[in-house]
């Protein structure tokens, strides 16, 4: 089939790798006049992990994987440690897949090189696309329509393939913002526990760190219920003394990880969400990762289940008839990302409760005790 997959992402691309070889003829339209990613770090669990295992990328993707040995969840202010998680070799053994940190960056730059050593024309820059249509119809921002088989939305929480083809509400905030910053793993150096991935939990606010490049470089994401917010934009410049303003007074490791943070490199995000679809499928059009299904980051797995519906889809449309593979794909995901969406909005508010620490009443469980890594893309039944 003539595939033409909206937007540039981690979904998108794992997406064109898995149909490319599957030797659909796959382009992918982006925007952005360059490649690239936004952002600093990103945990890839297991079941993401099986994907890019089946799709043949493990070789290019270990050079910049982080293997945490242990994973803690501590206290906002004492840095008290609440729960101690082994990864590593244990977490491999278990799943029979890999756990690790990577820079974004480094990860779509494999996922571009691989997808573009097999398709050199195959990735279109500059190339806004509007109003996708179910008769598959794609029109672009340069006058050109693209007449394909399949239109896959790829182009993340404000989607316009989502906007144009689907009935969907607008995004909705949460009330709370989001930060992150990328900093020398040695600005906390000497700090207890701060060299092992971890997160610290407090009253409405969330501090999650952990280590890419090779461990030189710690990324962190920091969260807020502000309660109110009017900034519109992805990457809006903070700076240290705003964020030292919620977390001045938390345990030392996180204070100096945001003082040791350039200005340059400390950006803040709202975190929206939208309601589940009834349908990821309109005619000719169909929706991957957060076009589909955004989700808070509390359960770290957004990009995962990007990277899962890439290969679950391209697996469905191994049938003869579009609509039928459609269906099947759309039956296979949403139910699973629906949960996703939902446990991910409970565990963010358990964790920014009014006394975190307290783990004697009723417990949202996270996604390792979901059962969520043991999920295998390359062979759940559709």
Known sequence: MKIAIVGAGIGGLTAAIALGQRSHDVTVYEQAPALGEIGAGITITPNADRVFTALGLGQALAPYQVIPQRQLTQHWQTGAVLKDVERGTATAQRYGAGYYHIHRADLHSVLADTFLKACPSGIKLGQPAHLASADGRLPLASGETVAADLVIGADGLKSQVR????ETDRPEFTGQVAWRGLVPTASAAGLPNMDTPGVHIGPKQLFLRYPVRGGDLT?????VDVGDWADEGWTIPSSRAELLGYFGDWDAGVVALIEATP???LFKWALNVRR????WVAGKVTLIGD?????LPFMGQGAATAIEDAMVLARSLEGSDLAESLSRYDAARRQ?????QENSRLLGLQFQGKDPADQSGHRIKNEEELGLFDYDATSVAI
């Open 163 to 166: 906007e144009t083809a689907f």
């Open 219 to 223: 990324n962190y994401a920091a969260f």
């Open 263 to 265: 200005d340059t490199e």
């Open 276 to 279: 589940p679809l009834s349908t």
């Open 291 to 295: 076009a589909a299904h955004a989700m």
């Open 336 to 340: 699973r990302t629906d949960a996703i």
